[in-house]
């Protein structure tokens, strides 16, 4: 994933990430088409994501909890390269922040150190 790569909107924006891939349609019609396919595997792993971490966490038998911790690691990984490809063809785009925006981001979350119960 190439997140130095900047787009231009319509309107003038500047956006980390790619144009929309010709493989998308530029209009939406009541056809599944290629971007919903993708966005429904997107989902269902998000959601299996979330029913194995619950299950590691509640699970007493250490190799079971070992065999769906590999499990859940392969389907990151599977997940991860969705999102990696969805961003290379397009379909998702993030906005430029500035050094100030960043700073102010980075010092409020630093702030919530202060609120943990261990030190980082």
């Given at each position: 994933?190439?997140?130095?790569?900047?787009?231009?909107?319509?309107?003038?924006?500047?956006?980390?990430?790619?144009?929309?891939?010709?493989?998308?349609?530029?209009?939406?019609?009541?056809?599944?088409?290629?971007?919903?396919?993708?966005?429904?595997?997107?989902?269902?792993?998000?959601?299996?994501?979330?029913?194995?971490?619950?299950?590691i966490n509640e699970i007493l038998?250490?190799?079971?909890?070992?065999?769906?911790?590999?499990?859940?690691?392969?389907?990151?990984?599977?997940?991860?390269?969705?999102?990696?490809?969805?961003?290379?063809?397009?379909?998702?785009?993030?906005?430029?922040?500035d050094k100030p925006q960043i700073?102010?981001?980075?010092?409020?979350?630093?702030?919530?150190?202060?609120?943990?119960?261990?030190?980082?």
């Amino acid at each position: 994933m190439d997140t130095q790569s900047i787009v231009t909107t319509q309107s003038g924006a500047q956006k980390i990430g790619k144009r929309v891939s010709d493989e998308f349609p530029k209009v939406k019609d009541a056809n599944v088409n290629l971007r919903d396919r993708m966005n429904d595997i997107l989902l269902d792993q998000k959601n299996m994501l979330v029913s194995y971490q619950i299950a590691i966490n509640e699970i007493l038998n250490d190799d079971l909890r070992n065999l769906l911790a590999d499990n859940r690691n392969k389907l990151q990984g599977a997940h991860t390269g969705l999102i990696n490809g969805l961003f290379d063809m397009g379909e998702y785009q993030a906005d430029v922040a500035d050094k100030p925006q960043i700073k102010d981001v980075l010092d409020v979350f630093s702030g919530y150190r202060t609120q943990l119960p261990y030190k980082i």
